[in-house]
């Protein structure tokens, strides 16, 4: 395996919700137009546990939800309100800015149940980082479904094995949700410039090394690119892995908080935006999370 290993860190976003966080990475910032990733669950949610994220903004983004178990109420300030469950991918495009919070539905509140799930950011190409902000839902039923021998492969984002996703996106853009069945293999023809494979459950194997729980292998653009196609594996058991990747962005990206730009200074914008409380309201909404009281130091 030509690949280089990323790993997770972990985030405790509140409530004992705690995730693992693989982008951005000291190794990579970004990969294609993904710059963020987090893996949250299986988490057993107890009755009393407040797993809900109030009100915050965004800028220059993208956020890509999607989960494996559990639901979540995604409510924003362009008025869009939708309830977000397994199989679907939700698109929000933050552009200039837009606030959203992502709370536990009510038939689910105080009650016992699971939540899994990814989330992901798409920083924006320069040209559409000041986009008006937007919002997408794409049901399970809309999302392609490619069988193989052995192998399920849903194109939730992007093209491959010959299936096109209708989700709308700024640049090529790939992302993969694939189940093998044990002893069964999948070789990743066709990958974009930049991409890597991150293991949901089971022993995923990469060109016949084993690809560690909570890792990321971020696969050699010329390897890739010179037809060095990738093969996984199941082990003794079915795997389910994902595979995210795309053109390179185009330029490097400050991050701070919740803000993603090519300019420090709007970032800064940003800040005292939401400082002001400037960037929109969530109908229905009397809460939100503060700025950070650290000092605006971008991360780089």
Same mark, same amino acid.
């Given at each position: 395996?030509?690949?280089?290993?990323?790993?997770?860190?972990?985030?405790?976003?509140?409530? @004992?919700? /705690? $995730?693992?966080? +693989?982008?951005?990475? =000291?190794?990579? %910032?970004?990969?294609?137009?993904?710059?963020?990733?987090?893996?949250?669950?299986?988490?057993?949610?107890?009755?009393?546990?407040?797993?809900?994220?109030?009100?915050?903004?965004?800028?220059?983004?993208?956020?890509?939800?999607?989960?494996?178990?559990?639901?979540?109420?995604?409510?924003?300030?362009?008025?869009?309100?939708?309830?977000?469950?397994?199989?679907?991918?939700?698109?929000?495009?933050?552009?200039?800015?837009?606030?959203?919070?992502?709370?536990?539905?009510?038939?689910?509140?105080?009650?016992?149940?699971?939540?899994?799930?990814?989330?992901?950011?798409?920083?924006?190409?320069?040209?559409?980082?000041?986009?008006?902000?937007?919002?997408?839902?794409?049901?399970?039923?809309?999302?392609?479904?490619?069988?193989?021998? @052995?192998? /399920? $492969?849903?194109? +939730?984002?992007?093209? =491959?094995?010959? %299936?096109?996703?209708?989700?709308?996106?700024?640049?090529?853009?790939?992302?993969?949700?694939?189940?093998?069945?044990?002893?069964?293999?999948?070789?990743?023809?066709?990958?974009?410039?930049?991409?890597?494979?991150?293991?949901?459950?089971?022993?995923?194997?990469?060109?016949?090394?084993?690809?560690?729980?909570?890792?990321?292998?971020?696969?050699?653009?010329?390897?890739?690119?010179?037809?060095?196609?990738?093969?996984?594996?199941?082990?003794?058991?079915?795997?389910?892995?994902?595979?995210?990747?795309?053109?390179?962005?185009?330029?490097?990206?400050?991050?701070?908080?919740?803000?993603?730009?090519?300019?420090?200074?709007?970032?800064?914008?940003?800040?005292?935006?939401?400082?002001?409380?400037?960037?929109?309201?969530?109908? @229905?909404?009397?809460?939100?999370?503060?700025?950070?009281? =650290?000092?605006?130091?971008?991360?780089?």
């Amino acid at each position: 395996m030509s690949a280089a290993i990323l790993k997770s860190h972990e985030k405790d976003l509140g409530g @004992g919700f /705690v $995730v693992r966080r +693989l982008l951005p990475s =000291a190794v990579k %910032q970004a990969v294609g137009p993904f710059i963020f990733f987090d893996h949250f669950g299986p988490i057993d949610v107890a009755p009393d546990a407040n797993h809900d994220v109030r009100p915050h903004p965004h800028i220059g983004l993208a956020t890509v939800t999607y989960l494996f178990e559990g639901a979540i109420d995604h409510r924003d300030s362009i008025g869009s309100c939708q309830r977000i469950e397994p199989g679907a991918i939700n698109w929000m495009t933050a552009g200039r800015g837009i606030v959203h919070s992502e709370r536990t539905p009510p038939d689910l509140a105080g009650q016992p149940h699971r939540t899994h799930g990814l989330q992901l950011w798409a920083a924006l190409p320069k040209a559409h980082e000041e986009d008006e902000p937007s919002f997408t839902h794409t049901p399970q039923a809309d999302i392609p479904v490619v069988a193989l021998d @052995g192998a /399920v $492969v849903k194109v +939730l984002i992007g093209t =491959a094995f010959g %299936q096109t996703s209708p989700v709308r996106t700024y640049m090529q853009t790939v992302y993969l949700d694939v189940a093998l069945e044990a002893g069964k293999e999948l070789r990743l023809d066709g990958l974009p410039a930049e991409a890597a494979i991150y293991p949901i459950s089971g022993e995923v194997l990469v060109d016949g090394v084993a690809l560690l729980p909570h890792t990321m292998a971020l696969l050699e653009a010329g390897a890739v690119q010179a037809g060095a196609a990738p093969v996984v594996t199941a082990g003794s058991g079915p795997v389910q892995f994902v595979v995210i990747g795309g053109e390179p962005l185009d330029g490097h990206r400050f991050l701070f908080w919740n803000f993603v730009s090519s300019s420090k200074e709007r970032l800064s914008q940003a800040a005292d935006d939401w400082s002001a409380q400037r960037m929109g309201q969530v109908p @229905g909404e009397t809460e939100f999370i503060p700025l950070p009281k =650290a000092p605006l130091r971008p991360a780089t």
